[in-house]
C-alpha cells in the first residue's frame, strides 16, 4: 500500500511539474531581434571561415563594401565618400572590366569626374564620361 501512495504522489507531482512547464512555455516571449547592428566592420565568412564579404567605415568617412569569390579575390568593390561614389566590377582575371564612378568635381589625386569604364577581354577600354 505504501508503493502505491508514493507511486500516485509522485505520478501527482510529475503532472503539476509538466503542466508549469507547459504554462511557462506559453508566457516565454519570442526572442527579439536587435533593430540595428552597429560597428565599424563588419565580415561575413562561408561554411569553410573564408571570407567572402567586408563592409568598413574607415576614420577619414569612406565606406568600402568588398565581395570576394572563394579564393579570396575581390569581384566588386563599391565605395561611398564626401567625394563621390565608385563601383569595379572584377571579371574572371580580376582585373577591372565595368568601373563605374561618379563625382563632379577633380582633384589631384583623382582626376576622374563621372564615367563609365568598360574593359574588353582584349584590353581595350570605352570611355563613357559626362
Known sequence: MKIQRLAIALTGINLVL???TLAQAGFTAPQSVAPILRG???ELVDDQGQLRARLHADETGEVVLKLLDKNGAIRVKLGAAEGGSGLVLADEATEPAIHIIARRKRTSERPNTTS????GADGQQRVIRT
Open 18 to 20: 509538466l503542466l508549469l
Open 40 to 42: 565599424r566592420t563588419l
Open 116 to 119: 563609365i569604364t568598360l574593359r
